[in-house]
Every structure is written in structure tokens, then in C-alpha cells.
């Protein structure tokens, strides 16, 4: 079953909101077994609205959309629904009825207004879709033409009724006996030219599942998806093929589906028996946040030092200062005399550690802006490399921090 999704509102053609409802809108209906063929969005402005349902029901007779539900004028997309099925706008009692009982709930001062009992209006024939974090209904509306499911754009109350109302809906009418599931693998210190070298060979051999290769800064993605197929076949079909994956990309893969960096790195540091300290110049407590973000991150990491300046880390990290005027904060003694440093500081195992050169200034011909070296240490092993990363300084300590973590899990685990 084909889907198509309509997000809707100003904000987001004004790049004012990011669309994280298309999204997990897309992610719900993939797993109840339909297929999103395309995706719309669309200002709050009437006529964009009519089209882009109108154009929906035409292509694939099933259209779900999001935003433009609440009270206020800019909120036209029932209305727009209801014309467009050729049915009135009625008032629903019982949902009336909730919306004043929870305004008394929460404690509002005098009646509910105006504005907000135009909530409970729905059109004619509508299936109403509850919103239990909310007092914007969703509403399912269908005729011959096919089905048009409407659902509030604030995004926690979006994603809770996706779940919960509508695909439970859609997989209702999906082709029975057939799924649709994909596993996401994780590289990173690989390009994505690189990871294509090595894994597009494969990609024949996959078929009938497919591959998408998704980069970002912290690396390349890799989605193998299994379409339409008998359940079980598809998860035969994609551990034989998640295997063959990871053999492709070897020590650039370091987990699957939402794995995060810092939370691998943390377990191989527990696995060992290591205690993690973090010594930082460039990246300015970036690593060390990634790591305290992980849930139990402290019975493994015990702290860092933010080494910003040449006095921090000749007075907190020990590094001798004729070592720094010799080579340069930014190089190879330096770093890893703050690795050193800060495992003696903290009595740590293992430690990282980064100095490099952000930018926008500060680049040299020998070190250009986006300098920067790494060093991990974990007991006697102890690696130290430079790299150059493009961008601006945001990106730059962004991909900076997920390299220095990447060099921490390689030696924690002995890869290349």
C-alpha cells in the first residue's frame, strides 16, 4: 500500500521549523507496512492545502497529514478536508465536552474560549482520532476516492497518535502475510565514497532488499531494507545480508539501528575493566558531554580537563612547556602528553585527548584551519593521529569529537 505525507505549515518553508514530523510519520507507516512514495510540504495557505491533499487521493488514494488543526486562524486544514470530502464542519459534543473538562482541570481562569471550542469541530462522517496529550483531535476521513488521515503538528502529540491511531489503521489494510523492515548499520572514520567502494560490490547480490548509504558528520549510515516481504524471509534475508555489510565496511561498522559512539566506547572501556578520563583543547568539553550523556556513563567515566589555553595544560595536564614551544599545542608530543596528563590526573586507564584548530583563524600553511590530533590511550596501547577536517568551526569540533571517540573504541579494541 502506497502512502503519501503532507506536512503542514509556514514555519516550515520558512526554515524557521525543522520537519522531524515527516520523519517519524515516515518511520510509523514504513513498520505497519505501507510504502511513503513521496513527501509534501505546504504553507498554510488554503489552496496549497487543497492541492496537496487533492493530488494525494489522486495518485495513491491515501494521503496523512500533519499540522493545521488548532485554534487559531492560520489553522485551516479541516476546514480545507472537509470541502474538499463535500461535507460540513458539525460541532462534536463529546469531544466538547473533553476539551471543557479538561480546561477546568487545568485550572483556567473563566469559561473556555471561543477559539478553543472550534476544536471540537470535525467534519460530517469523520472518524475522530483521539489525543490524549492534546486538545487538537486527529480525524480520519474516507469515501470513495480513498483516505485522508489528518493529525496535529506538535510533534510529541503527533507521534504518540501515529502510533496509537494510525497505523494500527494502515496495517489494517496492508498486504497480509507481508512486511516491510530494514536494519541501519553504523560506520565512521570511512567516507562515503570509501564505504561505497567496499559495499557496492555487494549490492546485486542483496537484491530484492535494498541499500541506502545516509552520511552525516558523525559518518555513513547503512540501511538494508526488505520490501513487502514474508516476515521471516525478510529477517533471514537481511541478517545474511547486515553480516556481509559489516565484513565489507570491518572496523569502520561499530553498531546498529540508534548506537551511539560514546555509549560503544563506554562498554568496551567497562568491558576492560578501564576507567575514562578526557583532556580537551579544540573540541572544549564536546567529547566529555557526549560521554556524560550516556545513561551509567559514570561507573566508567570519572572526568576531564577542558585545556584550552598553553598554561592549562603545562600546569593541570603536565605537559613540559618546551614541548609546546618546540612543536605547537597542535601536534603529535602535545597530545599525547595530555592524554598522559590527565591519566595521571584522574588515575584513569584509558584517556583521550584533542588539540587541533577550529577556526575561523589561526591556520598556518603547515597546519591549516581544521587541524587536528587525536590521541587515545588505554593501558600500554597508545595511538596518536592528524587528521584535517573540512567546514566551519561548528562542524569542525563536531567531527572532531566523534574522531576522538572512533581512535578511543579502535584501541579499546584492538582494530585497525
Not at 190 to 202: M, N, T, W
Not at 244 to 270: C, I, K
Request: proline share 6%; hydrophobic share 45%; glycine share 10%.
Amino acid at each position: 500500500m502506497d502512502v503519501e505525507i503532507v506536512t503542514i505549515g509556514t514555519e516550515l518553508l520558512l526554515g524557521q521549523t525543522l520537519d522531524t514530523n515527516a520523519t517519524e510519520l515516515a518511520r510509523a507507516l514504513l513498520a505497519a507496512g505501507a510504502r511513503v512514495v513521496r513527501q509534501t510540504s505546504v504553507s498554510d495557505d488554503p489552496e496549497a492545502v487543497r492541492d496537496a491533499l487533492a493530488g494525494a487521493l489522486a495518485r495513491t488514494r491515501f494521503a496523512v497529514a500533519t499540522g493545521g488543526l488548532g485554534p487559531t486562524r492560520d489553522d485551516v486544514t479541516k476546514r480545507v478536508a472537509a470541502e474538499l470530502f463535500g461535507v460540513p464542519l458539525v460541532t462534536d459534543d463529546a469531544y466538547l465536552r473533553r476539551l471543557e473538562e479538561r480546561w477546568q482541570r487545568l485550572g483556567r481562569p473563566g469559561p473556555m474560549p471561543e477559539a478553543n471550542k472550534t476544536q471540537a469541530e470535525v467534519p460530517a462522517g469523520a472518524t475522530v482520532l483521539p489525543n490524549p496529550r492534546g486538545t487538537a483531535p486527529g480525524l480520519w476521513l474516507e469515501d470513495a476516492r480513498g483516505v485522508v488521515a489528518l493529525l496535529p503538528g506538535v510533534p510529541h502529540e503527533m507521534r504518540a497518535m501515529a502510533v496509537a491511531e494510525v497505523a494500527p489503521r494502515v496495517a489494517a489494510r496492508a498486504e497480509p502475510g507481508r512486511t516491510t523492515v530494514w536494519r541501519t548499520l553504523r560506520t565512521t572514520g570511512i567516507s562515503e565514497s570509501a564505504v561505497a567502494d567496499r559495499v557496492g560490490p555487494l549490492e546485486a547480490d542483496l537484491a530484492p532488499l535494498t541499500l541506502a548509504y545516509l552520511p552525516s558528520f558523525d559518518g555513513v549510515d547503512l540501511r538494508i531494507t526488505a520490501w513487502r516481504l514474508d516476515p521471516d524471509d525478510a529477517e533471514r534475508r537481511l541478517a545474511a545480508a547486515a553480516a556481509r555489510v559489516r565484513n565489507a565496511v570491518e572496523a569502520g561498522y561499530y553498531g546498529e539501528g540508534e548506537a551511539d559512539l560514546a555509549a560503544v566506547v563506554l562498554d568496551r572501556a567497562r568491558a576492560r575493566g578501564l576507567r575514562l578520563a578526557v583532556a580537551e583543547s579544540c573540541t572544549g568539553g564536546i567529547v566529555g558531554a557526549r560521554l556524560t550523556a550516556v545513561p551509567g556513563a559514570s561507573a566508567v567515566f570519572v572526568g576531564g580537563v577542558i585545556a584550552y589555553e598553553n598554561q592549562v595544560k603545562t600546569r593541570d595536564l603536565a605537559v613540559p612547556p618546551g614541548v609546546i614551544e618546540a612543536h605547537g599545542a597542535v601536534s603529535e608530543p602535545v597530545v599525547r602528553g595530555m592524554a598522559e596528563g590527565v591519566r595521571r590526573r584522574f588515575e584513569a586507564g584509558a584517556a583521550i585527548a584533542v588539540s587541533g584548530i577550529a577556526g575561523p583563524d589561526g591556520g598556518t600553511a603547515d597546519k591549516p584551519v581544521g587541524t587536528v590530533w587525536l590521541c587515545a590511550a588505554a593501558d600500554e596501547r597508545v595511538r596518536a593521529v592528524r587528521v584535517r577536517f573540512p567546514g566551519d568551526r561548528a562542524e569542525i569540533r563536531t567531527r572532531a569529537a566523534q574522531a576522538a571517540l572512533d581512535l578511543m573504541r579502535r584501541t579499546l579494541e584492538g582494530s585497525g
